[in-house]
Nanobody, 125 residues
Framework: EVHLEESGGGLVQAGGSLRLSCTAS????????IAWFRQAPGKEREGLSC?????????YKDSVKGRFTISADNAKKSTVYLELNSLEPEDTAVYYC?????????????????WGQGTQVTVSS
């Protein structure tokens, strides 16, 4: 059974940083792409960043380039991280990780096969 579990969310002041983790199980980690999405209150879910775990190719939405960094730890923990820097109140949302066996579907079309339950990030002004 595929399972994605996010952690690392919390309350942070504007300008601060957080590191989110997504731990994967139930599938061969290197065969999948993993992405981070977020959903703010009253808004649609949006894709932020994506990584092809086998070669570490990364993809970012323009809105988060330079502030957010995605990375993967294949060997040790089957975990994908999202480093959030220079956070703004507008970054307040539930952050989700997601997986798809096809890189194009996830990293270009932002279509996921599997989802985690999400972790709340709240940025105070």
């Amino acid at each position: 059974e595929v399972h994605l579990e996010e952690s690392g969310g919390g309350l942070v002041q504007a300008g601060g940083s957080l590191r989110l983790s997504c731990t994967a199980s139930g599938f061969t980690f290197d065969d999948y792409a993993i992405a981070w999405f977020r959903q703010a209150p009253g808004k649609e879910r949006e894709g932020l960043s994506c990584i092809a775990t086998f070669d570490k190719s990364t993809y970012y939405k323009d809105s988060v380039k330079g502030r957010f960094t995605i990375s993967a730890d294949n060997a040790k923990k089957s975990t994908v991280y999202l480093e959030l820097n220079s956070l703004e109140p507008e970054d307040t949302a539930v952050y989700y990780c997601a997986a798809h066996a096809r890189i194009y579907q996830l990293c270009s079309r932002w279509e996921a096969e599997y989802w985690g339950q999400g972790t709340q990030v709240t940025v105070s002004s």
